[in-house]
T-cell receptor, first 113, second 113 residues
Framework: GDSVTQMEGPVTLSEEAFLTINCTYT??????LFWYVQYPGEGLQLLLK?????DKGSNKGFEATYRKETTSFHLEKGSVQVSDSAVYFC????????????FGAGTRLFVKA | EAGVTQFPSHSVIEKGQTVTLRCDPI?????LYWYRRVMGKEIKFLLH????????ESGMPNNRFLAERTGGTYSTLKVQPAELEDSGVYFC???????????FGQGTRLTVV
């Protein structure tokens, strides 16, 4: 079935370090791909998205490129800040009646000052 | 503009009791989704309303869960009777167009003891 797999956390980094959170997917169709973020005490927020192969989504210094050949959508940021500490969810949406979103398990990121 | 709001933010109930969660979507959003995250695992789809009709309820775990959306406005998710494994965070999302990016509420953390 359709699924999303992302690296297990927690990930602990020092401020200004480079971040990569791996995400791969399995889908029967042609999905749109998303990264959501949940800051402490808040709801899920859309961070970035990509709707077709080779698209790059970017926001707040985060980037992810839709790689159809490797079925991946890895999240990267060149220099993390303490305020980036949150749980990050990779997700996909398929046009299979209802457009329900399938999420990965989430990766918790801790950034130390 | 108000976002998606969920009530309560936290609920602690005993096994066998009934709990009702509420979601108020963004005004004008016909599509409303319920998801839940259990035990730090992936966020899983429960069901999708289009206005007051259930478009897809394939993710509802069993008949102890009942979702309604009266008049196509707010939605409720009732768990009766609650079991220990129902503990988790229940998210609601709404979108204007089917398949559009959903705006998520902050979730209701349910603890069944």
């Amino acid at each position: 079935g359709d699924s999303v797999t992302q690296m297990e956390g927690p990930v602990t980094l020092s401020e200004e370090a480079f971040l990569t959170i791996n995400c791969t997917y399995t889908a029967t169709g042609y999905p749109s791909l998303f990264w959501y973020v949940q800051y402490p005490g808040e709801g899920l927020q859309l961070l970035l998205k990509a709707t077709k192969a080779d698209d790059k989504g970017s926001n707040k210094g985060f980037e992810a490129t839709y790689r159809k050949e490797t079925t991946s959508f890895h999240l990267e940021k060149g220099s993390v800040q303490v305020s980036d500490s949150a749980v990050y969810f990779c997700a996909l949406t398929l046009n299979t009646g209802g457009f329900k979103t399938i999420f990965g398990a989430g990766t918790r990121l801790f950034v130390k000052a | 503009e108000a976002g998606v709001t969920q009530f309560p933010s936290h609920s602690v109930i005993e096994k066998g009791q009934t709990v009702t969660l509420r979601c108020d979507p963004i005004s004008g959003h016909d599509n409303l989704y319920w998801y839940r995250r259990v035990m730090g695992k992936e966020i899983k789809f429960l069901l999708h309303f289009v206005k007051e009709s259930k478009q897809d309820e394939s993710g509802m775990p069993n008949n102890r869960f009942l979702a309604e959306r009266t008049g196509g406005t707010y939605s409720t998710l009732k768990v009766q009777p609650a079991e220990l494994e129902d503990s988790g965070v229940y998210f609601c999302a709404s979108s204007q167009i089917e398949g559009g990016v959903g705006f998520f509420g902050q979730g209701t953390r349910l603890t069944v003891v």
